[in-house]
């Protein structure tokens, strides 16, 4: 174990909104704490920030006077960097600007020890740049919390080509001993929340524009049936798109144009309008007070079809099949086939990334809707179909009335390939696979990071091995296919992981359904 002892001083430079976040986990923690920032009065005011926040504790019952007391005690305002000569670790928190943080390291240099740690907390720039000049670059890493650092348990540890093992493994240590769960990455655009989420903005951005449903009918599928607690366009506006444009920017950039990162020109527009989000009152959403409500589209009751028979095993809808039984309002039957939910009327599959007009054009009955895939079938309380556009609109009503007949409400949206979950999963799992391809991070650190940093409801890797790698594979390739996109190739690592029969994630559910 190899984690600061908590005698021992942090210096945390900038008190902005991650800073004083940082200082009150430092402080809380039992470490002696300096606050600096360049800008007059800002420090004392992230110290005012941090004693509201404790303040707030000490209501909820969650911390007693007299700990709100001590840890208040433990933070100091430095009135310039040169007081922070006993910091053991210095964490900076400033103005993403690679220039200013390279200037405040380099003063640094010069006023602690030798043996102090260097800690960054940017979050698109390169750890390796930003230590590249120092005189010791190897005592430097990414230390990159997450917003409300005192809540958000991830820290991302992050190394530059010239970190060297023991700064990172006090960093890691650290982290831990600070109540955090740590996760290793390498110096790269984006480290691994902030690249393997692009996808989550970016398929939803994609199938708006697209025409494929309306900003809340997207949202209500991913949270109602993918399991996510916010849908990406609630989250783009809680955000601030100006933000989340601009990491989108910075990873397409620094990816050299990758078309996987590629932004979106309707996030752009809003930029444009001046419609940021929450903060500005309108982004996807209108959040003034007389703004009218936008709900999903749902639609309207269907009749409940006189049976249903299952063609083969559904895969990861199966468990359907058993919520139908259950229902008891049809007779279910199988028989064999390929997948296939046979209703009077209507044929229905799980989507495989082709849209259903070309699969009705290439063997598959016309009267073909698919539907998407959910985290869980027996909970899902939304489900997304699409019609393939030979299809009749009696077809659309069956199907309708057979997933109303368990709960269910439906989106009926665009053909488009992979609808939303399954498209949006398939994508991030695809960059799961990608970023443990170039070895940015272990597939247990990436799966890791996406459900603590981001509230994923499972990381995306095994729930890729859940489904079956190999499904997801098709689907991308079906993807790849339907939109001659490069921007939907598959990673190798998900290649070798489907030829080899090995699971995505080491720790994969033996419930793999193939
Ligand atoms: P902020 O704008 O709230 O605070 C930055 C503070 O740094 C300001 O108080 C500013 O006066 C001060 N500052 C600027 N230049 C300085 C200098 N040369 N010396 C000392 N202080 C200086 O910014 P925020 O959001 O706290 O971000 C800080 C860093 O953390 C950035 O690198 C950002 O990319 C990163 N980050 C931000 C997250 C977020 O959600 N806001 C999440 C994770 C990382």
């Known amino acids: 174990m190899t984690a600061l002892s908590n005698h021992e001083t942090i210096a945390v430079i900038g008190s902005g909104a991650m800073g004083s976040g940082i200082a009150q986990v430092a402080a809380c923690a039992g470490h002696p704490v300096w606050l600096y920032d360049a800008k007059d009065g800002a420090a004392a005011q992230g110290r005012a920030n941090i004693l509201a926040s404790l303040d707030r504790l000490v209501s909820k019952g969650k911390v007693n006077e007299d700990e709100r007391n001590t840890i208040a005690s433990r933070i100091s305002v430095a009135s310039s960097l040169s007081v922070m000569t006993d910091a053991r670790l210095v964490i900076e928190a400033i103005v993403e600007n690679l220039e200013v943080k390279r200037a405040v390291f380099s003063e640094l240099e010069g006023i602690v020890s030798p043996s102090c740690i260097l800690a960054t907390n940017t979050s698109s720039l390169s750890v390796t740049a930003i230590a590249a000049g120092l005189e010791f670059p190897g005592r430097l890493a990414g230390f990159h919390f997450f917003n409300p650092a005192p809540i958000m348990k991830l820290v991302e540890i992050v190394s530059g080509l010239a970190s060297e093992p023991t700064t990172l493994d006090t960093l890691y240590d650290t982290a831990l001993a600070w109540g955090k769960e740590p996760v290793r990455a390498t110096s790269t655009p984006g480290f691994i929340v902030n690249r393997v989420a692009r996808p989550f903005y970016a398929e939803a951005l994609r199938l708006l524009e697209e025409g494929a449903a309306s900003v809340a009918t997207i ?186 007949s368990l709960g269910m409400a439906v989106s009926v949206i665009d053909d488009v390939p992979g609808l939303i979950v399954l498209r949006t999963l398939a994508m991030l799992a695809n960059e799961g696979a990608e970023a443990a391809l170039q070895q940015v991070a272990s597939p247990t650190d990436i799966d890791r990071a996406m459900t603590l940093g981001v509230n994923y409801p499972r990381g995306p890797l095994s729930w890729a091995d859940q489904i079956g790698a190999a499904r997801i594979l098709t689907v991308l390739e079906n993807l790849q296919m339907s939109y001659g996109d490069d921007r939907y190739r598959a990673s190798q690592f998900l290649r070798r992981s489907v030829n080899a029969q090995h699971s995505l994630h080491p720790q994969a559910s033996p419930d793999a359904i193939n």
């Open 219 to 404: 949202d209500a599928v991913i949270k109602e049936s993918g399991g996510f607690r916010m849908g990406p366009f609630e989250l783009m506006d809680l955000i601030g798109h100006d933000v989340n444009f601009a990491v989108t920017r910075s990873v397409f950039e620094a990816y050299f144009g990758d078309p996987r990162f590629r932004p979106s020109l309707t996030q752009q527009e809003l930029i444009a309008a001046g419609w940021l989000g929450r903060k500005t009152g309108r982004g996807f959403y209108n959040y003034t007070a007389d703004a009218p409500q936008q709900s999903p589209d749902t639609a309207s009751p269907s009749q409940i079809p006189a049976f249903v028979v299952i063609e083969g095993n559904l895969g990861p809808a199966e468990a359907l099949v058993g919520e139908l039984e259950a229902k008891g309002l049809m007779t279910v039957t199988r028989e064999a086939g390929t997948g296939h939910i046979r209703i009077p009327g209507a044929t229905l599959a799980l989507s495989d990334g082709r849209t259903a007009t070309s699969r009705a054009t290439g063997g598959d009955r016309p009267d073909l809707i698919l539907f998407d895939l959910a985290l869980d079938y027996t909970k899902a309380s939304r489900i997304a179909i699409a019609p393939a556009d030979q299809a009749p609109s009696s077809a659309l009503s069956a199907a309708l009335g057979l997933f109303q």
